[in-house]
């Protein structure tokens, strides 16, 4: 019988990394393990997967309190926690952070074997606590022995919402036909006068964990970081 050692996720918590998710690696598909297999820079016999995220306010509050000053304050401070988290609470354990990086890597599948989110009609998971707010913000593989997650399981928020506010909320009407249509999503924001150049009206009408909604300030930051690969790419 195997002998888990216990995941120590205070410190991690306490910065607001507060999701946390372990995978054995050998239980993962391949379409998961190869890409996260390409991101790694050592051949050392890692055992574990372990997801990282955060919900709710906290980690932004921990990053302005960090007074990091980056292009990507998010991911450094995310990347600093997880060393900081292994250096103090096991030190024993051989690791690589393999997101934030270059490699793409599903962490929407991984959330969902973990059982942290449901498909929401405007293309965010949502969580029945969390609500749409919460991210993923790290992706390590180690040689630890913790307990592997199991998964969450609860019903679709969404089924349960009679208005869908989210849909009449959104002023490119891109749920309109019942499915999300990205093309007037992304031509709506590149509008001159967009009301979602630095937001996401849809998102924030979402009455489901409402109560941990971002700051103005973390929102701003969420979405003009993604006007701008709009920008880039489109």
Request: glycine fraction near 8%.
């Amino acid at each position: 019988m195997q002998n888990y050692q216990l995941l120590d996720n205070a410190l991690l918590n306490s910065a607001g990394l507060n999701r946390q998710a372990v995978f054995n690696l050998d239980a993962l598909p391949q379409e998961i393990t190869a890409p996260v297999a390409a991101g790694c820079t050592s051949s050392r016999p890692y055992r574990q997967l372990i997801l990282i995220g955060h919900a709710g306010r906290t980690m932004w509050e921990s990053v302005t309190a960090s007074g990091i000053k980056s292009d990507n304050p998010i991911d450094d401070f995310s990347t600093q926690t997880v060393r900081q988290w292994f250096a103090r609470c096991h030190p024993q354990n051989n690791y690589e952070i393999v997101y934030p990086g270059t490699q793409v890597i599903g962490l929407q599948k991984l959330g969902l074997l973990a059982g942290w989110h449901h498909a929401s009609p405007f293309m965010v998971g949502i969580d029945r606590d969390w609500g749409t707010w919460y991210a993923y913000r790290a992706l390590v593989v180690a040689d630890t022995d913790f307990a592997p997650t199991i998964p969450a399981r609860s019903a679709h928020p969404c089924d349960s919402c009679e208005h869908k506010i989210c849909i009449t909320s959104c002023p490119a009407r891109a749920m309109d036909q019942g499915q999300f249509d990205l093309g007037k999503c992304v031509g709506y924001r590149k509008q001159e006068g967009s009301r979602c150049k630095t937001t996401c009206l849809a998102r924030v009408s979402c009455p489901i964990g409402s109560e941990h909604r971002y700051c103005d300030a973390q929102i701003h930051h969420t979405y003009l970081g993604s006007m701008r690969a709009i920008e880039r790419y489109y």
